[in-house]
């Protein structure tokens, strides 16, 4: 049971990538999961959010940018960002939560954006 993030790399500002993330195993299929970023020597933090029904949420610093979506055929979740700036750079983290309460974070996958 794993997540597998992709999708990261080094992009101008106003660009656009879009991340990925796998999910290994049916459980995840009605499972919430989220995008977090991290940068060095600042904690992580939230930028998108969807519930297993398919409700999502993003953070205010990214919305209207970014939008989170998911394809249960494929267990996957997207993260598409759009007008990337400089800010954005950070390591992404997918991540999710079972009705158990277990989490499961994914190795992240780094986002570049040059000025």
């Known amino acids: 049971v794993q997540l597998q993030a992709s999708g990261g790399g080094l992009v101008q500002a106003g660009g656009s990538l879009r991340l990925s993330c796998a999910a290994s195993g049916s459980i995840f299929s009605s499972a919430p999961m989220a995008w977090y970023r991290q940068v060095q020597g600042k904690q992580r933090e939230l930028v998108a959010f969807?519930?297993?029904?398919?409700?999502?949420n993003v953070a205010d610093s990214v919305m209207g940018r970014f939008t989170i979506s998911r394809d249960y055929a494929k267990n996957t979740v997207f993260l598409q960002m759009s007008s990337l700036k400089p800010d954005d750079t950070a390591v992404y983290y997918c991540?999710?939560?079972?009705?158990?309460?277990?989490?499961?974070w994914g190795k992240g996958t780094l986002v570049t954006v040059s000025s």
């Open positions: 969807i519930t297993g029904e398919g409700s999502a």
């Open positions: 991540h999710a939560i079972l009705s158990s309460g277990k989490e499961y």
